[in-house]
């Protein structure tokens, strides 16, 4: 693995809209060897050209940048950290508080609901230019002991070619024709507690079938869930753990098989 360190403080200015580059969602993408991280880099630093940066934030939010300055948070809570950021898109699921906020900030130019009417879903396509954002809605266990179907989203970001998905609180295996509208995912955020979101061992048969080139775990609430996970999925994808909060990912650089990289949560704070 080959370290970088970022150095060039970012410029201010909003974000720049700029063509997006097509993805292969749909399609399948050929192996490139060698995987590159930026490590020890802010988040407020510049992102590289043609790359994405992927910060873990806390429990299932993720702060997603890319080159041209878009900012998108996954299952945004309302709370960040102490960073004067104003996302530029935010998506939400509500299977339990951890996961939205009933009270985003009014400021936020794009706020995806991963949910609609009870058992009635939701669907997104947002097109950004240089990011494009689309859900694909799986069923969750409803407060009142059911299901409600369509209740969960798992939301897709597609920029600079990669495809990029977070699971949100998935509670069953989706099925094939889910499977089908999520594509090729590059990257994959999936939830790893084990319990209040589906069993390992489904889990682990989601990421199998994905076969995301990076993996990263989330949603784990102790050390324990994490390293039970870590151990399930060891015999299948090789783990990565460097003890850093964020990692900066290129079509270029994507790993020769899956790997599971490990990011350790922390939440926004301004650097000057």
Known sequence: MRWVVAAVLVMSGGAVA???????CIA??????GIE????????DPVPEFSVRISYVAHAS?????QGGLNAVTDFTGFIGGADLIPDVVTMNHAHSTHWTANPDPAIPHVLPGWGEFGQGIEHHLDLG???VRNVSTDIRSVYGGVEERGNSIFVF?????????LGHLHHIPSDAQFAALGRLDVVMAAVDG???MPLPEMVQVLKRLKSSVIIPMHWFSGFSLDRFLVDIRDE?????EGVSELVVSLRTLPDRPTVVVLEPQYLIDIE
């Open 18 to 24: 700029q063509e997006r580059r097509p993805s292969h």
């Open 28 to 33: 399948i993408a050929d192996a490139a060897p």
């Open 37 to 44: 991280y930026v490590h020890k880099a802010a988040w407020t």
């Open 62 to 66: 993720f702060l997603i940048q890319t």
């Open 130 to 132: 240089e990011m494009l």
């Open 158 to 166: 597609e920029i600079e070619g990669l495809c990029i998905g977070h």
């Open 195 to 197: 319990g209040t979101t």
């Open 237 to 241: 994808f090789p783990v990565e753990r």
